[in-house]
């Protein structure tokens, strides 16, 4: 039982260039989100989504992208990376009417040079 | 918009002691969930503890326990005979609106255990 895998863990991007960080979990939770963690900040909510085909900015949405044509599947693009989104991301899944429990991946650590 | 703030950026306690991490919350909802994650050096996400903002039961899991007060909008875990494991980045967390939409953590505390 796999769960909630991210893909890759680790990756080093430069400046300018795409950089998509895909998200699996076989649970079929309706609900998946996208985190990002900083140090002094905690994690803050990037996207998440209710369900496939809806999506919605979480706090702090800028130079991010994602969709979700599949209700397994929620991949972030970073359409044109900066040394700011340098941070650790983690993607996680809830059941929907649930009691707000999110279950993590294991995070990809992105380094923007 | 819901604030999470956890006051102690570190925390040190004794194997075997006690310790209590504080985290208060600001909200205007009345149907609500309160969570403590912890990560540990391997960077997973691990759920500690579960609070319903309806029950005035304070949750325990084993050795972990919350103080659960709702007027002042107050959440803290309570840590017995600390053990060396439980050496982490501990996070306070709120949920709301069904939870469709995203936690609110807290910035973090970290937890020194001394052997």
């Known amino acids: 039982d796999a769960g909630i895998t991210q893909s890759p863990r680790y990756k080093i991007t430069e400046t300018g260039r795409q950089v998509t960080l895909m998200c699996h979990q076989t649970w079929s939770h309706s609900y998946m989100f996208w985190y990002r963690q900083d140090l002094g900040h905690g994690l803050r909510l990037i996207y998440y989504s209710a369900a496939a085909d809806i999506t919605d900015k979480g706090e702090v949405p800028d130079g991010y992208v994602v969709s979700r044509s599949k209700t397994e599947n929620f991949p972030l693009t970073l359409e044109s990376a900066t040394r700011s989104q340098t941070s650790v991301y983690f993607c996680a899944s809830s059941i929907a009417g649930s009691s707000y429990e999110q279950y993590f991946g294991p995070g990809t650590r992105l380094t923007v040079t | 918009a819901q604030t999470v703030t956890q006051s102690q950026p570190e925390m040190s306690v004794q194997e075997a002691e006690t310790v209590t991490l504080s985290c208060t919350y600001d909200t205007s909802e009345s149907d609500y969930y309160l969570f403590w994650y912890k990560q540990p050096p391997s960077r997973q996400m691990i759920l500690v503890i579960r609070q319903e903002a309806y029950k005035q039961q304070n949750a325990t899991e084993n050795r972990f326990s919350v103080n659960f007060q709702k007027a002042a909008k107050s959440f803290s875990l309570k840590i017995s005979d600390s053990q060396l494991g439980d050496a982490a980045m501990y996070f306070c967390?709120?949920?709301?609106?069904?939870?469709?939409?995203?936690?609110?953590f807290g910035k973090g505390t970290h937890l020194i255990i001394q052997p």
């Open positions: 967390a709120y949920g709301s609106g069904g939870g469709a939409d995203g936690l609110t």
